[in-house]
């Protein structure tokens, strides 16, 4: 079946060159297209009922009814898509900001096109998956079809024959290893949080095609005696022998652990495909994004990713002497700039919890007097001209904000790092499971969302240079307690 929800955006773009003077002529209101699309929708429903209760696959008249229902719906989403983009649509009712505490700004339909940010990121990972979404609508659509295999009402969309979808699939319900979700929809939840996290954004991100991803490469952490990963450069005369070297090698695996989401969806939701598609992303790709942007700052690395702030290379900076409890002087800031590898500044970041914005914007850069000593100070600015609203920088270098770290004081709450030396494995293979017994009192269907993944830092401990102090990629405040 074609999906319902794929917006060709070339053809919205074509619908918004029209201008909003074609627009105004069209009388249907938000709730009457809404409507429109429901119908459609429980119609193709209706036709794929009547083929699973046969125990049959589709006839090509009925796949052909199936089309032309949706191409009906392809084009009423259209319709509101471009309403939405030239803002002659509300937010529905029940998708109001109040609604969705970890959404302020609420949803628009168009969050459900397959165009979102991180579409092209996740191709880049791994190759096209555009139209890879076996007649699913959205990741409302494909839950709602496995709820009803639990009841046992099949779906043809779901059966092993349809490839891709047959490898890691089970018959029946699915209890057994779930259901593989469709690669278009995993890119829909999964790219976004990438893209849009000031975190994972930076790390370095790789396919995982096995259980496991071996990261080797030379050990050039110690550079004492002269020597990078036991290689030196030896100056010999005409004819006298070459000096035998072995290199120093790291062997470091990346071996997937599972992580997964328990989603509780009430049944009238599921029923309601346009809304279960939009919320179920939102709150999915949300869910996603702050579990392993947690994993990535402070995963211990037992079954789940080695955080940052637990990195076997991380370099902890001292408070300074006397220093007050829970505060930030530039004194931090300087001697943890100094601990970072200097090729590494190019693309480093600082990551602090949002209990450290006070102190941050307050920064004092200390001016001194040879005689008197410290006599006054300068504010170390955040912001500057060009720079957006809301975004900051401290020492030139961009300043993210994420709750996953530890708070105000505590060791940890002021990181700063390059991501690009830390390495994360991502499998695509993301399946659902489905229970209808676990919230079977409050009328709830329950999935379980299960991804695999695994990320460490690239060094195995920080680098010794051949003169001064220890270097890292990683560097974190001690506590200042």
Same mark, same amino acid.
């Given at each position: 079946m074609?999906?319902?929800?794929?917006?060709d955006?070339?053809a919205l773009?074509?619908l918004?060159?029209l201008g909003?003077?074609?627009?105004?002529?069209?009388?249907?209101?938000?709730?009457?297209?809404?409507?429109?699309?429901?119908?459609?929708?429980?119609?193709?429903e209706?036709i794929q009922?009547?083929?699973?209760?046969a125990?049959?696959?589709?006839?090509?008249?009925?796949?052909?009814?199936?089309?032309?229902?949706?191409?009906?719906?392809h084009?009423?989403?259209l319709?509101l898509?471009?309403?939405?983009r030239?803002g002659?649509l509300?937010?529905?009712d029940?998708?109001?900001?109040?609604?969705?505490p970890?959404?302020?700004?609420?949803?628009?339909?168009?969050?459900a096109a397959?165009?979102?940010?991180?579409g092209?990121?996740?191709e880049?990972?791994?190759?096209?998956?555009?139209?890879?979404?076996?007649?699913?609508s959205g990741i409302?659509?494909?839950?709602?079809?496995?709820?009803?295999?639990?009841?046992?009402?099949?779906?043809?969309?779901?059966?092993?024959?349809?490839?891709?979808?047959n490898?890691?699939m089970?018959?029946?319900?699915?209890a057994?290893?779930?259901?593989?979700?469709p690669?278009q929809?995993m890119?829909?939840?999964?790219g976004p949080?990438?893209?849009e996290s000031g975190?994972?954004?930076?790390?370095?991100?790789?396919p995982?095609?096995?259980?496991?991803l071996s990261v080797?490469?030379f050990?050039?952490?110690?550079?004492?005696?002269?020597?990078?990963a036991?290689?030196?450069?030896?100056?010999t005369g005409?004819?006298?022998?070459?000096a035998s070297?072995?290199?120093?090698?790291?062997?470091?695996?990346?071996?997937?652990?599972?992580g997964s989401?328990? &989603?509780p !969806?009430?049944?009238e939701l599921?029923a309601d495909?346009? $809304?279960?598609?939009?919320q179920?992303?939102?709150? %999915? /790709? *949300?869910?996603?994004r702050?579990?392993l942007e947690?994993?990535?700052?402070?995963?211990?690395?037992?079954?789940?990713p080695l955080?940052?702030?637990?990195?076997?290379?991380?370099?902890t900076?001292?408070?300074e002497?006397?220093?007050?409890?829970?505060?930030?002087?530039?004194?931090?800031?300087?001697?943890?700039?100094?601990?970072?590898?200097?090729?590494l500044l190019?693309?480093?970041?600082?990551?602090?919890?949002p209990t450290?914005?006070p102190m941050?914007?307050?920064?004092?850069f200390?001016?001194?007097?040879?005689?008197?000593?410290i006599?006054?100070?300068?504010?170390?600015?955040l912001?500057?001209?060009?720079q957006?609203?809301?975004?900051?920088r401290l020492l030139g270098?961009?300043?993210?904000?994420?709750?996953? &770290?530890? !708070?105000?004081g505590?060791a940890g709450?002021l990181v700063l $790092?390059n991501?690009?030396e830390?390495?994360?494995? %991502? /499998? *695509?293979?993301?399946q659902i499971?489905?229970?209808?017994?676990?919230?079977?009192?409050?009328?709830?269907?329950?999935f379980r969302?299960?991804?695999?993944?695994?990320?460490?830092?690239?060094?195995?401990a920080?680098?010794?240079?051949?003169t001064g102090s220890?270097?890292?990629?990683c560097?974190?405040?001690?506590?200042?307690?």
């Amino acid at each position: 079946m074609k999906p319902m929800h794929l917006i060709d955006m070339t053809a919205l773009w074509l619908l918004d060159s029209l201008g909003a003077a074609v627009y105004n002529n069209l009388q249907l209101s938000k709730e009457a297209v809404e409507d429109k699309m429901r119908d459609l929708h429980r119609q193709a429903e209706l036709i794929q009922a009547e083929a699973d209760a046969a125990h049959r696959p589709l006839t090509d008249a009925e796949q052909a009814r199936i089309d032309r229902i949706y191409d009906q719906f392809h084009g009423y989403e259209l319709e509101l898509a471009t309403y939405q983009r030239q803002g002659r649509l509300t937010q529905p009712d029940d998708m109001a900001s109040d609604h969705h505490p970890g959404n302020p700004g609420g949803v628009s339909y168009a969050s459900a096109a397959p165009s979102q940010p991180g579409g092209a990121w996740f191709e880049q990972m791994f190759g096209s998956v555009r139209g890879q979404n076996h007649g699913f609508s959205g990741i409302g659509d494909f839950m709602s079809a496995l709820a009803g295999v639990a009841e046992g009402r099949p779906d043809n969309r779901l059966h092993a024959y349809r490839p891709p979808m047959n490898a890691g699939m089970t018959e029946g319900t699915g209890a057994s290893g779930g259901f593989l979700v469709p690669p278009q929809l995993m890119a829909d939840i999964l790219g976004p949080a990438f893209v849009e996290s000031g975190v994972l954004s930076r790390v370095n991100t790789l396919p995982m095609t096995s259980s496991a991803l071996s990261v080797a490469g030379f050990n050039t952490l110690d550079h004492t005696g002269g020597a990078i990963a036991g290689l030196t450069l030896n100056w010999t005369g005409e004819g006298d022998t070459l000096a035998s070297q072995t290199p120093s090698l790291n062997d470091e695996m990346l071996k997937a652990k599972k992580g997964s989401v328990l &989603v509780p !969806v009430t049944n009238e939701l599921l029923a309601d495909a346009p $809304a279960a598609n939009i919320q179920l992303e939102q709150i %999915l /790709r *949300q869910a996603a994004r702050f579990g392993l942007e947690q994993a990535v700052l402070t995963g211990n690395g037992a079954g789940r990713p080695l955080g940052v702030i637990n990195d076997k290379a991380l370099i902890t900076v001292a408070k300074e002497s006397g220093q007050s409890a829970d505060t930030i002087v530039y004194e931090n800031i300087v001697n943890m700039v100094a601990r970072l590898h200097p090729n590494l500044l190019p693309g480093a970041v600082w990551i602090a919890n949002p209990t450290t914005l006070p102190m941050l914007l307050t920064l004092q850069f200390p001016i001194t007097d040879p005689t008197n000593g410290i006599v006054g100070g300068s504010q170390v600015p955040l912001t500057g001209d060009g720079q957006p609203a809301g975004m900051y920088r401290l020492l030139g270098l961009p300043l993210v904000f994420s709750e996953t &770290v530890p !708070v105000l004081g505590d060791a940890g709450d002021l990181v700063l $790092a390059n991501f690009n030396e830390y390495m994360f494995g %991502l /499998r *695509q293979d993301a399946q659902i499971t489905v229970s209808q017994h676990l919230k079977f009192d409050e009328d709830r269907t329950v999935f379980r969302l299960i991804l695999r993944a695994d990320g460490q830092g690239r060094w195995n401990a920080p680098m010794t240079p051949l003169t001064g102090s220890t270097l890292s990629w990683c560097v974190q405040l001690a506590a200042r307690a």
